[in-house]
């Protein structure tokens, strides 16, 4: 007899993940139907005609095959070639082996010092965890601390659905507090209070919040104030912290910059508040999604819950190495003078600016259409405009109805949620700059003509 439907757990059935829902389901039977479709649902840098950086591809190339190492002098520059043999070195075995659970000690260390320059902080290799990309370490903070169904997890609406299905999945509470939609999606402190006690009245034992910055899919970039609202707010209730920090390199406001969690922990003299900091090789100027690397960065870890981390880090034995080593490239690019630098800046610049560019065309070009408003786009790879819809209309129908009639691809705000009675839909920043101007086009055209 088959497995049946029945038997699975209603956490399973119930995890929603919108960003690869319906719509996009839709769009895939669309494009094998022959109509062009242009993909703006998802942060996948790579699928919309981004270029990997080349000192990534040459470092990967000689990792995955050392043989060439000894033919790469004219063909490699220097450092990509002393660098891969380093790593080599450095992982003892190879590309082929596991490596420790928390993955190869010289990767932990490059991590280590680039927070470490980052922030002007100290930071520990032991405290930093290799994954398979972020997602995973957000996973393993979230298992860590759902310890019984009637813990809750603060997470921001709108929100990356990362987090409403793992907590789902995990059989915790999900506790929402609403963004500032009116004030650039700041957090406020008046709506994180809210939320922590209407939660607590219902009995939620509220363990920890979730912060998103710069945010997805809201674009926003927090200041060193609000973070510092977040970490009192967090230390008056006995919470812990998880700051997804995968696009820290996305920030594009002249005058704004990122700043970490970490850093304003440190600098608050904060010992008492746990954090879980987490990056990414899939964002950012690498946009290397594929090779799923990333890290988690913990704080203020009692060593008894360390231990049940690096426990059940190693049930999976380790994350992949080929993420490992593109994490030691995200964290160790090429530094001036170096033989590969000046085409790594060349692209890192080139891939920056577009991105830049882009987030201008698509704000400004949205808040043309008449029933239409948009937050500037400060960092990540999104915007999430906000849609005056028709009488009875949803944005799943609104979604929908645009993919079918322009081809356009963006996911419905309740996928990340939104306060109730209003209607947003998340587009990425992400199709190259030609194909931007016709999205903000088509959409607009098809705005005007929505019944
Ligand atoms: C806010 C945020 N966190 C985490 C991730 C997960 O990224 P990855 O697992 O590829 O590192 C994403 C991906 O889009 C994201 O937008």
Same mark, same amino acid.
């Not at 990967?60 to 033919?71: K, V």
């Given at each position: ?146 310890? +019984? ?228 786009? +400060? ?73």
């Amino acid at each position: 007899m088959t497995i049946k439907l029945e038997q699975l757990g209603k956490a399973v059935i119930d995890t929603q993940y919108a960003v690869r829902g319906p719509i996009v389901a839709r769009a895939a039977e669309l494009e094998r139907a022959g109509k062009s479709i242009i993909y703006c649902n998802i942060g996948n840098p790579q699928a919309l005609e981004q270029k990997p950086l080349t000192y990534i591809r040459q470092t990967l190339a000689l990792l995955q095959y050392p043989e060439l190492i000894q033919s790469a002098a004219g063909l490699f520059p220097a450092d990509v070639v002393e660098t891969a043999k380093a790593l080599l070195a450095g992982s003892r075995h190879g590309m082929g082996a596991y490596s420790e659970s928390k993955g190869v000690r010289i990767v932990r260390e490059a991590v280590a010092r680039f927070i470490s320059e980052r922030d002007g902080i100290e930071a520990d290799p032991e405290a930093i965890y290799l994954t398979d990309g972020a997602s995973k370490g957000v996973q393993a903070a979230l298992r860590i601390l759902i310890g +019984a169904p009637n813990d809750g997890i603060m997470i921001p609406i709108p929100q990356y659905p990362l987090y409403s299905a793992t907590i789902t999945l995990f059989e915790g509470k999900q506790v929402n507090f609403y963004m500032d939609e009116g004030n650039d999606w700041r957090l406020s402190q008046t709506m994180l209070e809210s939320s922590y006690k209407e939660a607590t009245a219902q009995g939620v034992n509220v363990r920890a919040i979730c912060v998103i910055n710069p945010g997805n899919p809201t674009g926003s970039v927090m200041d060193w104030e609000n973070i510092a609202m977040v970490i009192r707010f967090a230390k008056a209730h006995n919470l812990a912290i998880l700051a997804d920090e995968v696009y820290q390199e996305n920030v594009y406001l002249a005058g704004d910059r990122f700043v970490s969690f970490a850093k304003v922990l440190t600098e608050l003299g904060e010992k008492d508040v746990s954090l879980f900091s987490f990056h990414s090789c899939s964002k950012g100027y690498l946009g290397e999604c594929g090779q799923r690397g990333g890290y988690m960065e913990i704080r203020n870890i009692p060593a008894d819950v360390v231990a049940q981390i690096l426990k059940l880090q190693s049930v999976s034995l380790c994350s992949n190495l080929t993420g490992q080593m593109t994490t030691y490239c995200l964290v160790n690019p090429p530094k001036p003078g170096q033989p590969s630098y000046k085409l790594f800046a060349e692209e890192r610049d080139g891939i920056l600016s577009e991105l830049k560019q882009r987030a201008v065309i698509l704000a400004e070009g949205l808040n043309k259409i008449p029933g239409v408003q948009c937050n500037k786009v +400060a960092g990540a790879m999104y915007c999430f405009p906000r849609v005056t819809l028709p009488a009875g209309r949803t944005d799943a129908e609104y979604c929908m109805a645009l993919l079918e009639e322009t081809g356009i691809c963006v996911v419905p705000g309740s996928g990340f949620g939104q306060v109730p009675g209003t209607a947003h839909f998340r587009t990425t920043i992400l199709p190259p700059t030609y194909k931007m101007k016709q999205v903000v086009e088509k959409l607009a055209a098809f705005h005007v003509a929505y019944k």
